[in-house]
């Protein structure tokens, strides 16, 4: 499986971003972010229908996660963003399950991660 990621770049705070993921199968995908000197954390994830997604309390309200089934492809709209949002974003993938996942651990193939700068 291999995920390509697309979209990151430097905007200021209050701009949006749209982050993009090109799979090549239907199936529950992720978004996971780190920053400097953190550990990895959750964004988002959504089912392989698009009919279920999670978000992390910090971006819930701001980030949103959809797909396009017809490309396999997966988005993260990111608006309002802030300095905090400042990370390397990874789209991850899990090939088998119904669910939506929001442990890194439930994933098995991951992205090369693309750079979100956000300015104050």
């Known amino acids: 499986v291999q995920l390509v990621e697309s979209g990151g770049g430097l905007v200021q705070a209050g701009d949006s971003l749209r982050l993009s993921c090109d799979a090549s199968?239907?199936?529950?995908m992720g978004w996971f972010r780190q920053a400097p000197g953190k550990e990895r954390e959750f964004v988002a994830a959504i089912d392989w229908t698009g009919g279920m997604t999670s978000y992390a309390g910090s971006v819930k309200g701001r980030f949103t996660i959809s797909r396009d089934n017809g490309k396999n492809t997966v988005h993260l709209q990111m608006n309002s963003l802030k300095p905090e949002d400042t990370a390397v974003y990874y789209c991850?993938?899990?090939?088998?399950?119904?669910?939506?996942?929001?442990?890194?651990?439930?994933?098995?193939?991951w992205g090369q991660g693309t750079q979100v700068n956000v300015s104050s």
């Open positions: 199968g239907r199936y529950a």
């Open positions: 991850t993938t899990r090939t088998y399950g119904a669910g939506v996942y929001t442990a890194s651990e439930r994933y098995n193939y």
